[in-house]
Structures are given as C-alpha cells and as structure tokens.
C-alpha cells in the first residue's frame, strides 16, 4: 500500500540574513507515515520538529529531497489545492485560525472557498462539530469560548475539509490541564472512531505515550523512531537530547536505580500503580513467609 506520507532525505534552510550561510533546519530526514497511524513527533526547541510539520502539506517546501501526499510532490503547485485536502494543518495558537465571528461560519469557512455545494456544506459543518463535541456551541461567537474549546473548532474547521491526515503542532501548548485533555480525547477519537491519520508535534511527554509510535528530531535529524515503551524506556538518551520521559516512567527508572526490580517500560499511571502493587504485595509475602 502507497504510504500516506512520505520524507524522502529532506533537507531545508531558511533563507540567510545578508551573505551569511544559511543553517540548515532538516539534515537529510526521511520518515514514512501510513494511513491510520498516530504519530507524535518529539523534540526539543529548534530540533526542526515544526519545520517538519509545515513540510507535510507545502507550507514549506524542501530545499533538497521531496515530500510526497499519497504520492504527489508538495513542490508541484498544481496539486498543492488537492495536498491541503488530503492533510490539514492544526497550528499551537487556535485564534491564529478562526476567522469568523460564529462557530459554525468558521467551520464553514473552507468548505465555501472549496465550492461545497450548500446542503453538503451543511451536513459536513454539523458532523465535524458533533464529531470534537462542539456542535451545542454552533451559534457562539469564538472569543467567548475556552482556549480548549476554540482548539476543537480549529480542529473541526479541519475535518470538515475530510482530510485523510491532520498534522496537529503543539496544538496543546497554550492549554490549561483540563484543555489539554478535552483536545487529546478528540485527537484519539478521530483517529480511532474516524480513522483520521494524525502527526502530533508536542512537548508533552503523557501526551506522545497515547500515540502508537513516537519519532524524535535532534538538531534536525531523525535519532528516534519506535513505539512510546521502547522510546521512553532509554530514559538516559531522551536525558542527553534534553527531553523529559513520562513522570511514571522517571519514577520507575530511579526505583530501578535504587535496586526494586521494576519493568523499564512503564508509561502510564495505570501501570506505575499496578507495578508498585505487586512490589509491595511480593515484599509482604515474603515477610509472612519468614
């Protein structure tokens, strides 16, 4: 099956200031995305994670190497229109991509510059809205709604477009606790209910553990590429690159350090709990054996 997506040693700089020499951002990174994957995308500040993001549906285009959509060149400007419908992009700041002053007229703002016939146009706006639960908030003007509230109708002036991949950057970072949770419970169940491809760019640690596979960028490479227990589980890597590890995988890892024999490859709460349960309860048989 023809991937999704597809890096192919992709390399890129922004332009240099006077006769400097341009630095490059991305260092020959290839990266392969199948359909119905979730795949966040780790690294540190200027690592190049970003870049990345906007090269998947020609908001950059590569310096050297290509980047295919279903098999079309992002650089070829007469598929660029049919590229942005196959991938959307979800931006960090939600007011960066609202542009009218009711919901619904947002979600609908794509979909009229496409063309959508009106009765579609109607039915896709309600389906997108009821499918990140705003659809009771149609009639509300954006800024009075929550910033997790107004990531989601970001969110959902995308999927009315029917992408085939959503590339979400740092679509959390400016949320409380309780945003965060109300966008990561819409990104799962597009991808699991809908079967919407998504790329997550993120800081957060408990956030890349939900996805099925985690790909790290350092100084514009690709040095990580795995599932979220293989990648976390090399606490002392992610250490040196300057990324943080799941807090429950951290605490495993210095109980490890200390002697307890506890598995390297926990990242949830759930299995933090369970692990020290069982540690405990074998400590307490042995000390009613003895």
Known sequence: ????????????????????????????????????????????????KSTMAKMCNGILL?????????GMDTADEERLMDIRQKVGMVFQNPDNQIVATIVEEDVAFALENMGVPQPEMRQRVDEALKAVHMYDYREHAPHQLSGGQKQ???????????????????????????????????IRKLNREYGITVVLITHE????????????????????????????ARVAEMKQIG????????????????????DSHIITKEECVAALYDLLKGKENVGADS
Do not use: W
């Open 62 to 70: 590569p310096t050297e190497g290509k980047v295919l959509v279903e």
């Open 205 to 232: 640690m408990d956030e890349a553990a939900q996805c099925e596979r985690v790909v790290v960028v350092d100084h514009g490479r690709i040095c990580m590429d795995d599932s979220p227990r293989n990648v976390f």
């Open 243 to 262: 990324l943080d590890v799941p807090q429950v995988t951290e605490l495993a890892e210095l109980l490890r350090q200390a002697g307890y024999p506890l």
């Open 152 to 186: 989601r109708v970001a969110i959902a002036g995308i999927i009315a477009m029917r992408p085939d991949c959503i590339v979400l950057d740092e679509p959390t970072a400016m949320l409380d606790p309780h945003g965060r949770g109300q966008v990561m419970r819409t």
């Open 1 to 48: 099956m023809q991937p999704l997506l597809q890096l192919n040693n992709v390399r890129f700089h922004y332009p240099a200031d006077d006769d400097a020499t341009p630095e490059e951002v991305l260092k020959g990174v290839s990266l392969t995305i199948h359909r119905g994957e979730m795949v966040a995308v780790l690294g540190h500040n200027g690592s190049g």
